[in-house]
């Protein structure tokens, strides 16, 4: 493989958690005051760290969001999480053959360690991550976009960023990635290739990333 670390993002590439949490990121922002469709949230936060979403709602509307939002968003989304949450079909044998083929791995999400350690219990894949190899935009304070997160996660891998290759489903992501200087590939089972533009190459199932990589 022509990479020396495969950096994955975690929501809607390791797990399939982007329409869930979406619903009910919409259904609370409307619950308070903001009216928001699962399409206006897929547009302005999918791929992005929960900063996001206060950050944008007190630009739009100058308004804050209750100090007890982030505790309540993610409990509702924990709670869906333990009831219907699946990893991504085909990432495990995508993450077998990184282990076959001697590829460190890791993964560098938005989501906090909570979140990333709930949803890879509740599918699996924590028996493919560990505290060495799992990063988030807790660690650096700045989420996507900003290239933070990736670079913190090939620093602490050992990995120069240009020797990283960076799997993503959000134009968030991309471009987060692209601004670390490292190439990207965009995984479209949610989000258009046009709307993941930047990517240096797209893909609409996990059995085809293998050989993208190679």
């Known amino acids: 493989m022509r990479y020396e670390l495969v ?18 990121l919409a259904g609370y ?4 005051g903001h009216p928001t469709s699962y399409e206006d949230s897929l547009r302005d936060y999918m ?12 630009e739009r509307t100058g308004q804050r969001l209750p100090e007890d939002f982030d505790a309540t968003f993610h409990a509702r989304v924990f709670a869906a999480f333990e009831r219907q949450l699946e990893a991504v079909a085909g990432v495990t044998e995508v993450l077998g053959k990184l282990v076959a083929d001697g590829v460190p791995y890791c993964v560098a999400s938005s989501g906090s360690h909570e979140r990333i350690r709930v949803g890879h219990r509740k599918t699996g894949l924590d028996l493919w991550f560990g505290d060495s190899n799992v990063f988030s935009a807790q660690d650096v304070g700045r989420g996507k976009p900003a290239p933070d997160l990736f670079l913190h996660a090939a620093e602490r891998m050992g990995v120069a960023p240009e020797r990283c290759v960076v ?14 200087g490292m190439d990207v590939y965009g995984f479209t089972a949610m989000t258009s290739a046009e709307k993941l533009a930047g990517a240096h ?5 996990m059995a085809a990333l293998p050989a993208l990589l190679a």
Do not use: M, W
């Open 7 to 24: 950096i994955f993002d975690n929501d809607g590439v390791l797990v399939d958690s982007e329409p869930l949490s979406n619903t009910i």
């Open 29 to 32: 922002l409307t619950e308070l």
């Open 47 to 58: 791929g992005g760290a929960v900063h996001r979403i206060h950050d944008l709602v007190l």
């Open 167 to 180: 799997i993503e489903d959000s134009p968030l992501g991309v471009e987060s990635a692209l601004a670390a």
């Open 201 to 205: 190459g797209h893909f609409d199932d």
